[in-house]
């Protein structure tokens, strides 16, 4: 009866359909049976003829009081008293009926739906954690989307109706392990019929939210392409991925993430996320999630990095911050790829090093501060302290005019005050510098002449230094500590590296006044 009752509620117009959203509260039933009917209706159109009609009526409509957090009690006009009905009942009707386009039904509908469950609520009435309770919410929400879905299939739930059951999904963790149904939730939001710029930002929050808590298997068997749907709306899909992630998606072990349409064939269109900030956070938020939980995804990905760092150049400041937090979960997977193997399959291998290394020396010279700080700390992550070509982009950034990028900087080489206190004794100091793992002095002076050729040229006051002061001057301190440490370690001492360095250091504040003028 509660099924009859909830199919008038979302088809029938007017008050009579209020009536009936308010009757449903009279008639006990299940909620896995309710849950077919209501799908089968809720997409149901209202004639405009009917709706003329129902606005001459003024019916009073019973209503329905709550008694306690699991139930209802039922009272009204047909005489049925002390008959409850369960939260979880009650809530699907509920909806349906707050999301009918008719004014009156849905007014109603909304009130009792806050007065009975208070969906909203920090903990509403509603257990969201509930199997059966969450298969309803996702077939409801995916009608014929749903692949297993049994001929005749129901509609899909229209966009009112879709917002508010996923204002519910993103705060059920079972929801977020219910597979296949999550990754179809997914496209049904992002790529859907009834997708809307409000159903887009909820679906890019559930995209982070089932990567978060997703199994990890579950999270295995979709990641490669939904990777790739959120890389297309985000404008950052690479040439021939959508072939790529199609022939993925059939392999073996892969899970189908892609919608149907009402012949059963696959669709992978997506909508665009160009013009929305919020949502653009929310899918970056998510890849980050998914670095931080799926890193051998993207060890070997150079070709992401990249594409990452060049959209930070022109992302909008309202989703930059996300995307920077995406690139330190790929700075962190990327490291873990380059620690845990120099090469082979998954690995980063010295063809890719060198990508990277290039990558971060083309982004420490961009216009924009927050590519250079990306690209100091990529450098300081993803490598160790003797590796040299970091180490160069490390003093590049200890000359930046950005406070926050030099000191990233400076911590990569080893000379931040919490490293190397600037008023430290010759022995704490060379205690200090003992331990930082810094490369060899004549391995530094070697990579910077190859580097600035003019460096190992005749010294010559008339001509611009080939780096900032500040770079210069980190230059020299870095020379004496990486000397220091190595005479420390029992090693070889390279007197002339040594004695150069340590003589320059008193007279590196004299480089500000004698180079005023550099264009650098």
């Not at 269109?269 to 980050?288: M, P, T």
């Amino acid at each position: 009866m509660l099924a009859l009752l909830v199919g008038a509620a979302a088809g029938m117009p007017g008050n009579t359909a209020a009536a009936a959203a308010a009757a449903a509260a009279t008639k006990p039933t299940g909620t896995a049976d309710a849950s077919a009917a209501i799908a089968q209706s809720a997409g149901a159109d209202v004639s405009s003829s009917d709706m003329e009609d129902d606005k001459q009526q003024q019916q009073q409509v019973p209503t329905a009081a709550a008694a306690t957090p699991g139930s209802s009690p039922v009272g009204g006009s047909d005489g049925l008293n002390g008959i409850y009905l369960s939260s979880e009942e009650l809530l699907l009707p509920l909806l349906v009926a707050a999301s009918d386009p008719y004014e009156v039904v849905s007014r109603r509908g909304n009130d009792m739906l806050i007065k009975i469950i208070n969906p909203d609520a920090a903990k509403p009435a509603v257990d969201l954690e509930q199997p059966a309770l969450v298969e309803s919410l996702m077939k409801l929400m995916l009608g014929d989307q749903d692949p297993r879905a049994v001929a005749p299939a129901p509609t899909p739930a229209g966009p009112a109706l879709a917002v508010r059951i996923m204002q519910l999904l993103v705060r059920s963790v079972t929801a977020a392990r219910a597979f296949p149904a999550a990754p179809l939730v997914m496209s049904a939001c992002l790529a859907g019929p009834s997708s809307s710029a409000r159903l887009v930002r909820l679906g890019a929050e559930w995209t982070g939210w089932v990567f978060k808590h997703a199994e990890p298997h579950q999270l295995k068997a979709m990641a490669g392409p939904v990777l790739q749907r959120l890389l297309a709306a985000l404008g950052l899909q690479e040439e021939g991925a959508a072939d790529d992630s199609a022939a993925a998606e059939g392999a073996a072990g892969s899970m189908q993430v892609e919608r149907v349409d009402g012949g059963g064939a696959a669709t992978s269109s997506v909508a665009s996320l160009s013009g929305s900030a919020e949502a653009r956070s929310h899918v970056f938020s998510a890849l980050g999630q998914l670095a931080q939980r799926l890193p051998e995804l993207f060890q070997g990905d150079t070709s992401l990095a990249s594409r990452l760092f060049q959209a930070l150049s022109v992302e909008p400041p309202g989703s930059r911050a996300a995307l920077q937090e995406a690139l330190g979960g790929l700075a962190a997977a990327m490291h873990a790829g380059i620690q845990g193997q120099a090469s082979g399959p998954g690995g980063v291998d010295s063809a890719k090093l060198a990508q990277l290394e290039q990558l971060l020396l083309t982004s420490i010279n961009s216009d924009q501060a927050s590519v250079r700080l990306c690209a100091a700390q990529w450098a300081c992550r993803l490598f160790p302290r003797h590796h040299i070509p970091s180490r160069y982009i490390c003093l590049l950034a200890a000359g930046d005019t950005k406070p926050e990028v030099r000191d990233v900087g400076l911590t990569g080489l080893g000379l931040s005050p919490t490293q190397v206190p600037p008023s430290a004794s010759p022995s704490a100091y060379r205690a200090a510098v003992a331990n930082l793992g810094l490369p060899g002095p004549g391995g530094i002076v070697q990579y910077m002449a190859n580097q600035h050729r003019q460096l190992g040229a005749p010294g010559d006051l008339s001509r611009p230094l080939p780096l900032p002061d500040a770079s210069c001057q980190a230059l020299i301190a870095f020379i004496k500590a990486a000397a220091t440490a190595q005479a420390a370690a029992g090693g070889p001492p390279d007197a002339i590296i040594y004695s150069s360095a340590h003589n320059s250091a008193a007279a590196a504040p004299a480089l500000d006044q004698q180079h005023a003028d550099s264009p650098y």
